[in-house]
């Protein structure tokens, strides 16, 4: 459960900003998830609820937004979202891809007073 660790790191740095921004309580944080992290969402979910019992972010909503595999074929230059874990280009038949997006953890914003 890899979920659990990631939740760890992100609430460290939520913390910081929180601090930085002189929050007392936090009420919402969005988050945006590459599909190649292979977090299940819920599991994410009940991470989080576990690593901020007793913090300022407890009881805020976890917002997830999966972000899909997007690859860029480097013979025709087709930009094009991977399904089914198929890595060939459907224009040309290349397996010559470069990553586009997939593989993003990114804290999208923070509410809170």
Do not use: R, W
């Not at 939520?14 to 590459?34: P, Q, R």
């Not at 913090?55 to 087709?78: N, Q, R, Y």
């Not at 459907?90 to 891809?97: E, F, H, I, Q, T």
């Amino acid at each position: 459960m890899h979920e659990l660790s990631l939740m760890n790191n992100v609430i460290d740095i939520l913390h910081d900003v929180a601090k930085k921004n002189k929050l007392k309580k936090v009420t919402k944080v969005k988050l945006e998830i590459g599909q190649m992290m292979q977090v299940v969402p819920h599991v994410l979910v009940f991470a989080y609820e576990t690593v901020t019992k007793g913090t300022i972010f407890e009881g805020s909503k976890l917002d997830i937004e999966i972000i899909p595999i997007k690859t860029v074929c480097a013979d025709c230059k087709k930009e094009f979202d991977v399904d089914d874990n198929i890595y060939i280009c459907p224009n040309c038949g290349s397996k010559n891809l470069g990553l586009v997006t997939g593989k993003e953890l990114l804290i999208k914003s923070m509410e809170g007073d």
